[in-house]
């Protein structure tokens, strides 16, 4: 594996006795505080609106972003 060139967003954490935040946001931003790379395109959306422009913005980007999303 060291011959590949892999990378990863860190997201989502396995069990633990405890969370790391008590928000998913909150605990991807302390994954960058820790030092691994997270998305530029996660955002906290205060809003459904908010989700739902920011689900659009991701939308139009995904072709051209250089690796896979689902």
Do not use: C
């Not at 991701?58 to 051209?64: F, G, M, Q, T, Y």
């Amino acid at each position: 594996t060291a011959s590949r060139n892999l990378k990863f967003f860190a997201y989502a954490w396995g069990y633990t006795t405890a969370d790391p935040a008590p928000t998913q946001y909150d605990s991807v931003q302390k994954f960058k505080e820790w030092g691994f790379k997270v998305s530029p395109l996660m955002v906290r959306a205060k809003s459904i609106d908010e989700l739902i422009a920011q689900y659009h913005r991701i939308e139009e980007l995904r072709s051209s972003l250089g690796y896979d999303i689902d």
